[in-house]
């Protein structure tokens, strides 16, 4: 039986380590119990040495099954170690018509997944910012418990 789960636990082990290869960056950050305010950005800072590759950028979302809406409206600036930075309005959809959460859940709690740029490039080494803003009509957007981003090696 211990061998079982040893065995078990060693290949759970190498299929969850198979999943982060590649992986230049991932984080959370936890968004206040009141919901998340328009007056209150989320940035994440990122060091970047290998800009030969491509890589697919998301954006990371929790919300409880009170969120009121089907989509959220982002605002992701980015700003480059040097250079002039951008900025890029877009719309996270996160239910299909009928209501249905299109992130994966369990119980209350809805985690997307969005890719918002695919195979892109750094244009030079060095520390980017990259903010995120809710572009909603509330100045509080509620039921949000938690907002990321993750970059990774472009899939092929």
């Known amino acids: 039986m211990k061998f079982q789960q040893l065995i078990i636990g060693l290949l759970c082990t190498t299929v969850l380590s198979g999943c982060n290869r590649g992986l230049l960056y991932e984080k959370y950050m936890e968004i206040d119990h009141n919901g998340w305010e328009y007056v209150k950005p989320i940035t994440f800072e990122v060091e970047v040495t290998d800009v030969s590759k491509p890589y697919d950028f998301y954006i990371n979302l929790r919300h409880t099954n009170d969120y009121p809406y089907s989509n959220?409206?982002?605002?992701?600036?980015?700003?480059?170690?040097?250079?002039?930075?951008?900025?890029?309005?877009?719309?996270?959809?996160?239910?299909?018509?009928?209501?249905?959460?299109?992130?994966?859940?369990?119980?209350?709690?809805i985690t997307h997944e969005i890719k918002v740029k695919a195979g892109f490039t750094f244009p030079m080494p060095g520390k980017y910012a990259f903010t995120l803003q809710h572009d909603m009509r509330e100045q509080i957007v509620p039921a949000i418990t938690h907002v990321g981003i993750r970059i990774e090696e472009a899939s092929e």
């Not at 480059?80 to 996270?92: H, Y």
């Open 72 to 109: 959220l409206w982002i605002m992701l600036f980015s700003y480059p170690p040097e250079g002039n930075p951008t900025q890029q309005r877009m719309e996270l959809k996160l239910a299909k018509p009928d209501g249905k959460w299109l992130g994966n859940g369990l119980g209350a709690n």
